[in-house]
C-alpha cells in the first residue's frame, strides 16, 4: 500500500509540476508578441504554405505578401494610403498620352548584396516573364506592353520589339499599346518587379524554373526587407534590408509570416498573443469581435469569390448545365447565414465599384426553377444521369462551409451529387493547372483598380484561366479595350466582354469580397486597402 501511495503522491507532484510548466510556459507564450515587438518584430498570419518566392511561378495572394516586401517595383503602395501611388524603385515618372511612360530610378537603389539596380535589371525581368519556356502565370499581365502578347506566345522571337528599353542605367522607358492613365498602379504588382540578373544567372539563367537563387542565403531583392529564414509549415523571416534606398524610413527590424490554414487555430494563437495580425476570422466568430473595435478590422475588398468550372469535362462543356449551377446558388443564404461579415451578392464576376463609370452585367441571380429547366434540356431531367463530381477546396474551414452549403443547393434544387475534395494549397494550384477538377473554389483580387484586372483571367491565352474556355471574340474585345482612349467607349467593349463570358458561364460568381481580420492595438501604420497592398515600411509594432 505504501508503494502505490508515493506513485499516487509523485503523480500527482508530477501533476503539480506540469500544471506550473504548462502556466509558465502559457506567461511565456503570452509574452511572445510583447517581446516581438520590443525587438521592432512584427507576427503576423498569412493563410497558408508559400509556394515559391519567384514572382515569375507565383500566382497566390500568400506569396504576394511576402514577395511585395522582399522586392519594389516602379511604384510603391503609399504610407497613408496603399491604394496610392508614391515613388519606389522610380523616383519619379512622367507619360506622353498616357501611352508612353518614363520612369526616373532611384539613384541611390541597389539589390540587398550592395549591387546597383539599374533600367537594365527591369528590362532583364520582362523578358524572363514574357519568355514563353518560363510559362509564367502572369506573363499576361506585361500584355499592356507592345508587342509582348507576341513575344509570350512565341509569334515574336525578338525582345527589342517589346515595348521595353532602357535608355540608360537610371531611365525606363514603357510603351503600351494604348493609352492607360491607370498604368501606375499596376506596377504595384509583383509582374512587374524587376530581377537581379547577376542572381538568377548564376543559378542557372534567366529560364530556368525552380532554380535555388530564391532561398535564404541566395536571395537578393531591392524591397525594404530581405529573406532571412524560410522554415517550411512553420514561418518565414524577413529582416530589413540595410540597402534599400528608403532604408532609414523602415521602422521594424523583422516580419514573421506563419502559415496558419485553419482559422481557429490562427484565432487561437491571436488570443494567445502570438500574432499581431491574422489573415482572417473564423466565421463563427464574426459576430463578437464585432464588439470588439479595438482588434477588428473589415475592409471592402476588390475581389470576387467564384467556382471554376473545367469546360472541357463532360457534362460541363455545355453551357446549360454551368449556368443552371451558378441559378441554382442561393447567394444571399451564403452570405447572410455562412459569411455575416456584409459580403455582396456577385452579379457578374468584376466587383461592383471596381472603376468609377464600370457597370457590372446584373448576369447572375438564384433563379431554382430556370436553373431546373436548363438542366432538363441539357439532358438531366430531375438531375436524372447526372455524374457524381467534387468541389476542389484548397484547406480553409470557410472554403469548407461554403462548398456544404452550394453541396446542399445543387441537392436540393437540381438533385445532383456533388462531393468536396479538400486539397493542400500546393495541389490543389496544380490540379487546377492539370485540368484534373469538375468545378473548383477559386478567389480573384484585383491588381490594379480596373475590370481588365478581372476580365484578362479568361483571356484563352491566360495562364490563371484554368478553365479551358476561349473565345476569340472575348480576346480580341480584350486587346481593343487595351488601345481605346475613350474611357466610356473602352468599359462599352469591357462590358460587352464580360457579359459574352457570363453568357458561357466558365466561372460561377458567388459574392464580392469583404476582408475581416485582426490586429492588435499597438500596430502602428495599419491602413485598410481594396486591393490587398501593404506599405510594410510604414508599419511599426
Not at 532611384?106 to 527591369?122: C, E, I, L, M
Not at 509583383?190 to 540578373?197: E, H, L, V
Not at 475588398?301 to 469535362?313: F, Q
Request: charge should be neutral; include cysteine; aromatic fraction near 12%.
Amino acid at each position: 500500500a505504501m508503494k502505490s501511495w508515493i506513485i499516487r503522491l509523485s503523480l500527482g507532484t508530477a501533476l503539480i509540476v506540469a500544471l506550473m510548466v504548462f502556466h509558465q510556459s502559457r506567461q511565456h507564450r503570452e509574452q511572445r508578441v510583447v517581446t516581438a515587438g520590443k525587438n521592432k518584430i512584427l507576427l503576423m498570419g498569412n493563410g497558408t504554405e508559400i509556394s515559391t518566392l519567384d514572382p515569375h511561378q507565383a500566382n497566390g495572394m500568400p506569396e504576394h505578401h511576402v514577395i511585395s516586401a522582399l522586392l519594389e517595383g516602379l511604384v510603391a503602395p503609399a504610407a497613408d494610403n496603399p491604394d496610392a501611388d508614391a515613388p519606389g524603385a522610380a523616383a519619379s515618372w512622367d507619360h506622353k498620352d498616357f501611352t508612353v511612360w518614363t520612369f526616373h530610378l532611384q539613384p541611390k537603389g541597389a539589390w540587398s548584396d550592395g549591387t546597383p539596380v539599374t533600367a537594365h535589371d527591369f528590362v532583364y525581368a520582362y523578358q524572363r516573364i514574357l519568355s514563353p519556356e518560363m510559362a509564367a502565370d502572369y506573363g499576361q499581365m506585361l500584355y499592356a506592353l507592345v508587342n509582348a502578347e507576341a513575344f509570350n506566345t512565341g509569334k515574336l522571337t525578338d525582345f527589342s520589339q517589346v515595348g521595353v528599353k532602357a535608355i540608360n542605367d537610371l531611365t525606363l522607358q514603357l510603351t503600351l499599346t494604348g493609352p492607360a492613365p491607370y498604368f501606375p498602379g499596376m506596377l504595384k504588382h509583383y509582374a512587374w518587379f524587376p530581377m537581379p540578373r547577376h542572381v538568377i544567372e548564376k543559378f542557372g539563367g534567366m529560364t530556368k524554373r525552380d532554380t535555388l537563387w530564391f532561398k535564404p542565403g541566395n536571395n537578393v531583392g531591392n524591397g525594404p526587407f530581405q529573406l532571412k529564414a524560410w522554415h517550411f509549415t512553420h514561418y518565414v523571416a524577413i529582416e530589413r534590408n540595410p540597402h534599400y534606398w528608403d532604408a532609414a524610413t523602415v521602422k521594424l527590424n523583422e516580419i514573421h509570416f506563419f502559415p496558419i490554414s485553419s482559422d481557429a487555430t490562427e484565432e487561437r494563437s491571436f488570443q494567445d498573443g502570438q500574432l499581431h495580425v491574422t489573415e482572417i476570422v473564423p466565421l463563427n466568430r464574426i459576430p463578437y469581435y464585432k464588439t470588439r473595435p479595438d482588434v477588428y478590422r473589415e475592409t471592402t475588398s476588390l475581389a470576387t469569390y467564384y467556382y471554376r468550372v473545367n469546360t472541357t469535362k463532360p457534362p460541363f462543356n455545355d453551357k446549360r448545365v454551368r449556368r443552371a449551377l451558378a441559378l441554382a446558388i442561393d447567394q444571399e443564404s451564403i452570405i447572410r447565414n455562412i459569411m455575416r461579415a456584409g459580403q455582396k451578392p456577385a452579379t457578374g464576376l468584376t466587383p461592383a465599384g471596381c472603376a468609377q463609370g464600370y457597370e457590372t452585367p446584373k448576369m447572375v441571380a438564384f433563379n431554382p426553377d430556370e436553373a431546373r429547366r436548363l438542366l432538363a434540356e441539357a439532358g438531366f431531367p430531375d438531375g436524372k444521369g447526372f455524374p457524381k463530381f467534387d468541389i476542389l477546396i484548397n484547406t480553409s474551414e470557410a472554403h469548407r462551409s461554403v462548398a456544404e452549403a452550394i453541396q446542399e443547393m445543387w441537392k436540393k434544387h437540381l438533385k445532383i451529387p456533388a462531393g468536396i475534395l479538400n486539397q493542400d494549397w500546393q495541389v490543389y494550384l496544380d490540379s487546377q493547372r492539370k485540368k484534373d477538377y469538375a468545378v473548383a473554389r477559386a478567389g480573384w483580387v484585383g491588381d490594379y483598380a480596373d475590370p481588365l484586372t478581372f476580365l484578362g483571367t479568361l483571356r484563352s491565352t491566360d495562364g490563371n484561366n484554368n478553365t479551358g474556355w476561349a473565345s476569340a471574340r472575348y480576346d480580341e474585345l480584350l486587346n481593343q479595350s487595351s488601345q481605346e482612349a475613350d474611357a466610356t467607349k473602352r468599359y462599352a467593349m469591357l462590358h460587352e466582354a464580360e457579359t459574352l463570358m457570363l453568357e458561357d458561364m466558365p466561372v460561377l460568381p458567388i459574392y464580392w469580397y469583404v476582408r475581416y481580420y485582426l490586429v492588435r492595438p499597438e500596430v502602428k501604420g495599419w491602413k485598410e486597402s481594396v486591393l490587398e497592398h501593404r506599405c510594410y515600411k510604414a508599419l511599426d509594432p
